[in-house]
């Protein structure tokens, strides 16, 4: 079984960004024990990494990237809006930014992160 992150699209940062660390953080946290891959809504990087507009999800393509893949897990409201668009099952993890004020409550992200782990297992 293969595992999805999907984000809304890539960072101008590239893989130094915050959010990419606190990710790997978080992967780390959910002991995977299968193989898991990284997707974008859209691939391409917006000017001054503003959000990503609906008219710019890249739905077919991001339906085919996902051909296969039993388990996905949407990383912010955007992801997850995209594959709710696509009617495809998700686990909606916060976006992993450091501007996301939602992580300052660290007890809800590792409840979160539990949460993610069972659903990961089932």
Request: aromatic letters at 8%; proline letters at 6%; charged letters at 25%.
């Amino acid at each position: 079984m293969r595992i999805a992150f999907v984000a809304s699209n890539p960072s101008h940062l590239g893989t130094e960004s915050p959010a990419k660390q606190n990710l790997y953080r978080w992967i780390k946290k959910l002991n995977l024990k299968v193989g898991y891959s990284f997707f974008n809504v859209s691939n391409s990087v917006t000017p001054d990494n503003r959000p990503l507009k609906k008219s710019e999800y890249e739905l077919l393509r991001l339906k085919e990237d996902l051909r296969g893949i039993r388990k996905v897990v949407a990383l912010g409201a955007t992801a997850a809006d995209a594959l709710s668009q696509l009617g495809i099952a998700c686990f909606e993890l916060p976006h992993p930014s450091p501007k996301n004020r939602v992580l300052n409550d660290k007890c809800a992200i590792e409840t979160t992160l539990e949460e993610c782990r069972l659903y990961l297992e089932d």
